[in-house]
């Protein structure tokens, strides 16, 4: 079974930066599309960013592009988020998401993730 721990979320002012991290208990990827999404109240679960565990093309939903980062670190098992210039239109509970072995294809939706973590809240003031 693989497990998703995701930390870094807080409470941010607007303009500010926060960087969230995704372990993966379980490295049991020879490559598979990971990625970001995040779901804010009263909101569907939306794409944020994609990489796959192996290779450097990465993938960012528009409202996002420019801003926020999606990077990993193979050798420590983790998954980064780096997030710039937040408003208070990026709150949400963000969460890190795995595509099944060996499935790397991008996509954006939710429905081809198969590894969930529990979620990190990001709320950003104004």
């Given amino acids: ?3 998703l721990v995701e930390s870094g979320g807080g409470l941010v002012q607007a303009g500010g930066s926060l960087r969230l991290s995704c372990v993966v208990s379980r490295r049991t990827f020879s490559n ?4 970001w999404f995040r779901q804010a109240p009263m909101k569907d679960r939306e ?3 994609a990489i796959r565990w192996i290779g450097a093309t990465t993938y960012y939903a528009d409202s996002v592009k ?4 999606i990077s990993r ?3 420590k098992n983790t998954l980064y ?3 710039n210039s937040l408003n208070p239109e990026d709150t949400a509970v963000y969460y890190c998401a795995a595509r099944a072995e060996g499935l790397t294809d991008y996509t954006s939706s939710r ?3 198969v590894y969930w973590g529990q979620g990190t809240q ?3 003031s104004s």
């Avoid at 598979?32 to 990625?35: C, D, E, I, V």
């Avoid at 420019?66 to 980062?69: E, I, L, P, Q």
């Fill in 1 to 3: 079974q693989v497990q």
């Fill in 32 to 35: 598979a599309l990971m990625g």
């Fill in 47 to 49: 794409f944020v960013a």
């Fill in 66 to 69: 420019g801003r926020f980062t």
């Fill in 73 to 75: 670190d193979n050798a």
């Fill in 81 to 83: 988020l780096q997030m």
């Fill in 111 to 113: 429905m081809d993730y």
């Fill in 122 to 124: 990001v709320t950003v």
